[in-house]
């Protein structure tokens, strides 16, 4: 630390400094103290102007929510009347059909693509459930049928049509239909009630209706299904007979005005039939093209039969229902009817389909060109 005073040390740095020129203001040896900022003050808002903000704001979020009710119930509103004009001209609820729909057809999709004998699972189910609902139906229209026979058909044939031989499978419908005739005849014989014979051969007949109906028909899917990609094939004309069904709705919806058969089933009209064969024209050609790798002029041959056996199938169980004096089979299937009234057009297009395959797949396999 230097001795020197302090004043001393800044005179004798004044006097080593460079003279200022002759008339220049000499400069201050005298720093300038530093003043600090102006202290900002930062004054919160009124109490009273924070509770208006904040009513304001909740004022906003009120009138938007009750904007927001207020459009929701508007459509909603207009969904309620589309829908009730629908099911007054269909018979059918759009949204439970449609969800309905879509969660059947997940499961069989499914079971098709990714493991194919679950599929089996599922028909046995579709045909118990079917079986029952048809002969519940008929025991209120006076016929008497048993429902234990009825289900063993359904385990014979289903089972012979999926793992069996071709000669198996027509024994095990032989004895479906023998087992039928025979329960009947017993169990007729047990009762000694007095029904005439008229009432009795009726019974018989159409127990084996019945059989031929809904088991039979079912496990030829599967027969079919059994076939080297026959999954696919069922998958094909189970997607044929969908898109013909929707597309006589919308046809239907959209410019029906012709009855079909209004003895039968007074919602079919012309102008519908007309969109379900152009629906399954298309359907089936690309199927052919980009499914079942054939050439897509067979795809319409497919498309055109699947929709005539649909068409029938549907129009024959509705008069059935007719003559029973029912409009479904049962309510288990909302906005659907029954679980016979979706198979009505699957049934007699598993037949079909399985003709089919054994007339247009040697087309693909012989390398035709789509």
């Known amino acids: 630390m230097s001795d020197v005073p302090e004043a001393e040390g800044a005179a004798a740095d004044a006097s080593r400094r460079p003279a200022a020129p002759h008339g220049a203001e000499q400069p201050s040896l005298v720093t300038p103290p530093v003043s600090a900022p102006p202290e900002v003050k930062h004054e919160s808002l009124p109490a009273a102007s924070r509770v208006d903000h904040t009513a304001e704001l909740q004022a906003r ?9 207020m459009h929701a119930a508007h ?12 099911k007054a001209r269909t018979g059918r609820d759009l949204l439970v059909a449609i969800a309905i729909g879509l969660a059947i057809g997940v499961i069989t999709v499914s079971s098709l693509v ?35 026979p009825q289900l063993a058909a359904v385990a014979l ?8 031989d071709l000669w198996l499978h027509w024994s095990m419908l032989f004895a ?18 007095g029904r005439v014979y008229a009432d009795v051969l009726a019974d018989v007949v159409v127990g084996a209706f019945v059989t031929l109906y809904v088991p039979f028909l079912a496990s030829l899917a599967l027969v079919l299904l059994r076939e080297p990609g026959g999954e696919w094939w069922v998958l094909a004309f189970i997607a044929v007979v969908v ?24 919602n079919k009209t012309w102008e519908g039939f007309a969109g379900a064969v152009l629906a399954s024209l298309v359907a089936g050609a690309l199927l052919a093209h980009f499914m ?7 795809g319409l041959i497919f498309g055109a039969v699947v929709m005539g056996t649909a068409t029938a199938g549907d129009l024959s169980e509705s008069m059935v229902k007719r003559d029973l004096g029912i409009k479904d089979m049962s309510s288990w299937l909302p906005g659907h009817g029954g679980v016979l009234d979706r198979l009505d057009s699957i049934l007699p ?4 389909a399985l003709i089919l395959h054994h007339l247009l797949a040697p087309l693909g396999a012989s390398g035709v060109t789509p």
């Open 114 to 148: 990714f493991v194919k004998w679950t599929f089996t699972i599922f028909a046995a189910a579709a045909a118990v459930l079917s079986v029952f609902e048809l002969s519940r139906a008929l025991q209120a229209g006076g016929r008497r049928i048993d429902l234990v």
């Open 157 to 164: 044939l289903l089972v012979s049509g999926y793992a069996g």
């Open 61 to 69: 979020i009120r009138a938007a929510r009750s904007e927001f009710e």
């Open 349 to 352: 297009s598993a037949t079909a």
């Open 75 to 86: 459509a909603r509103d207009q969904f309620d009347e589309a829908n009730e004009r629908i």
């Open 176 to 193: 479906s239909i023998a087992l039928v005739i025979v329960w009947r005849l017993m169990a007729q014989m047990a009762a000694q009630d």
């Open 292 to 298: 079942l790798a054939l050439p897509w002029w067979s």
């Open 243 to 266: 898109v013909a069904d929707t597309g006589a709705y919308a046809a239907g919806l959209a410019f029906g005005r012709t009855p079909m058969a209004p003895r039968i089933s007074p």
